[in-house]
């Protein structure tokens, strides 16, 4: 052989040999790197989901995330039974990954690329992306009219790897924001949080500054959902706190359920304003109260508070400080109702509300039609107790920089008496002490409104129709410019309609932003996102009729992995 032949030879294979190395090399992580990368595009076809969360959305559907190596490493020592996804476990806290198995996987990648877990006694193995110090995420600080575009997820699902791909993908197909439970309607509250009326708690989201700067990291506005005065775990654990019945002097039940706190218990207001603070000042974006309003179901009459008895907080500053509220502003006349009014003296507003795993499985009650205002009763009222603790909360979280939103029934809309006095939503109120309103105006819930048989299948009347009430009682002058901006929950799911396609979601869209909407929110409780996802392209495409196409500031630069000391959460005293 020729000499020259056999130095070529040893060219390409010393060339191949390199190419081979550099493919099996580790790489940056994708989760919280600190260079840009792009997502990976989604060539799978969509699928609906299955009901349960575990099962929401098809790994298929979504690409999977790259488990890759991070930072400085650790050397660690096997304990005799021990295996990598134990170890992994132990491990998470420390390090820049934000779930145990993808923790796992960059485990086995770095130690040879091995497939065994279990680990013998003695033996040493490489963790990947410690970090010296615990993250400290700050608030990436927007304007209230910036336009949000959104998904919801449950504290479970936002703490797993699944839930890490829906948020890539979600951010892949145009969306720029998420909201994840901090605290359910149950009261189950998903991070770790020290206070006297908590107590143990499961945990999802482990470290929460980590997720929120994961969520930077990929140029997503982090919505931090605390659902307020209704919290099951709170009431059985703290009956003295609970709603009480007038007639027994024990907790008071809804439809036979203890799950109501009173909301103008001060022991209560303070818990839910310590836990949301501890969340602002871990790095989120917008702090979301849901549930602020009084039980709308049940005896009425039975139900006592401490606001009646005249025992409230010092005067000028507790839950009825504020005296009576002027009454809400004047808007159009609630529409026509299959429903006889006059042989229904205290309807109930529809409150079959989708922010519930089961809720698809409930029955809505009908809603009627708007009745003559009644004069205001002497005294505190139930909207004189929820604006008066929406202006003390507002007041220690505008400080720290987040944006502060509120979830309102749709039917508030319609500016109904009998809604007012039950809920306690006073619309005009609300407005002085938040930034952005976020009325849930799923169509399947104005059942029986408007002389409509099936509303859940006329997403352009019910979205545009309660859109321009709450522009109304909001914008009464029609300067959008200033004041509270609207930003409405839009109905991702097929409950109570035939229609729920890709197209149903495009509809409800465009008539939310025609008729004055700033962005929007979609709910899934089942965080089953198929439709939006088919849908988000093309709206993406089109952006004069569904979006502005709004991104955070610095969107090429992604955010800093230096860390620093993260304070403990205090215990708060009571």
């Known amino acids: 052989m020729r000499r020259s032949s056999l130095f070529n030879i040893i060219a390409v294979a010393c060339l191949l040999y390199g190419v081979a190395a550099l493919r099996l090399s580790p790489q ?99 963790i990947p992306g410690i970090l010296p110090e615990p993250i400290v995420e700050k608030t990436v600080p927007i304007a209230r009219d910036f ?118 218990q001060p022991k209560v207001q303070e818990y839910d304003i310590a836990l949301a603070k501890f969340v602002a000042q871990s790095g989120a974006d917008e702090i979301q109260f849901d549930y602020v309003r009084f039980p709308a179901e049940g005896d009425q009459k039975d139900a006592g508070f401490v606001f009646q008895t005249g025992n409230c907080a010092e005067k000028n500053d507790g839950p009825c400080s504020d005296g009576r509220l002027a009454r809400p502003a004047e808007a159009k006349q609630g529409g026509t109702t299959t429903t006889d009014a006059a042989a229904d003296p205290e309807p109930a507003l529809d409150n079959s509300d989708p922010k519930h795993p089961d809720s698809k499985h409930r029955t809505a009650k009908h809603v009627v039609a708007a ?107 029609g300067n959008r410019a200033s004041g509270v901006a609207i930003r409405p929950w839009l109905q991702a799911f097929h409950w109570r309609t035939k229609t729920y396609s890709p197209e149903y979601i495009k509809v409800q869209v465009a008539t939310a932003k025609e008729k004055g909407g700033i962005g929007f929110l979609f709910w899934n409780a089942a965080n089953d996102y198929s439709k939006p996802y088919a849908a988000m392209p093309e709206m993406k495409a089109a952006k004069e009729k569904y979006f502005r196409g709004d991104e955070l500031p610095g969107v090429t630069v992604k955010a800093s992995l230096t860390p620093a000391t993260v304070p403990a959460p205090a215990v708060a005293n009571h």
């Open 371 to 477: 009745k003559r205002p009644e004069p205001a009763p002497a005294g505190p009222q139930r909207s004189d107790v929820i604006t008066s603790f929406l202006k003390k909360a507002y007041g220690e979280l505008h400080p720290t920089g987040v944006l502060f939103s509120l979830d309102v029934f749709g039917v508030m809309a319609w500016q109904r008496s009998v809604d007012l006095s039950h809920t306690g939503q006073d619309i005009v109120g609300m407005a002085k002490y938040c930034d952005v309103l976020s009325p849930m105006i799923y169509p399947s819930h104005f059942f029986g409104m408007d002389n409509i048989a099936h509303p859940g299948d006329a997403p352009e009347h019910f979205i545009g129709e309660s859109m321009e009430r709450f522009e109304l009682i909001t914008h009464p002058d």
């Open 147 to 264: 336009e949000v575009r959104a998904i919801y997820l449950t504290g479970i699902m936002a703490a797993s790897d699944h839930g890490l791909r829906i948020i890539r993908h979600w951010r892949e197909v145009g969306g720029n924001a998420v909201v994840f439970d901090i605290k359910d309607s149950d009261g189950s509250v998903t991070i770790p949080f020290a206070h006297s009326l908590l107590g143990k708690h499961q945990v999802y989201i482990h470290d929460l500054p980590k997720f929120i700067h994961f969520l930077h990291s990929e140029n997503m506005h982090a919505i931090a959902r605390i659902a307020i005065f209704r919290d099951e775990r709170l009431v059985v654990e703290h009956p003295e706190l609970a709603v009480k019945s007038k007639r027994t002097g024990q907790p008071w039940r809804e439809n036979g359920k203890l799950v109501w706190t009173d909301p103008s």
């Open 28 to 126: 940056p992580s994708s989760a919280l790197a600190a260079q840009a990368q792009t997502a990976p595009k989604n060539t799978a076809q969509l699928h609906p989901a299955n009901a349960t969360v575990a099962e929401a959305v098809k790994p298929a559907d979504i690409p999977p995330a790259k488990s890759s190596v991070v930072g400085p490493t650790e050397i660690y020592t096997a304990k005799r039974g021990e295996s990598i996804p134990a170890v992994a476990r132990q491990f998470l806290h420390q390090t820049t990954y934000l779930t145990s198995s993808e923790l796992a996987d960059a485990i086995r990648k770095v130690n040879g690329n091995r497939t065994a877990n279990i680990l013998k006694a003695g033996e040493q193995i490489t």
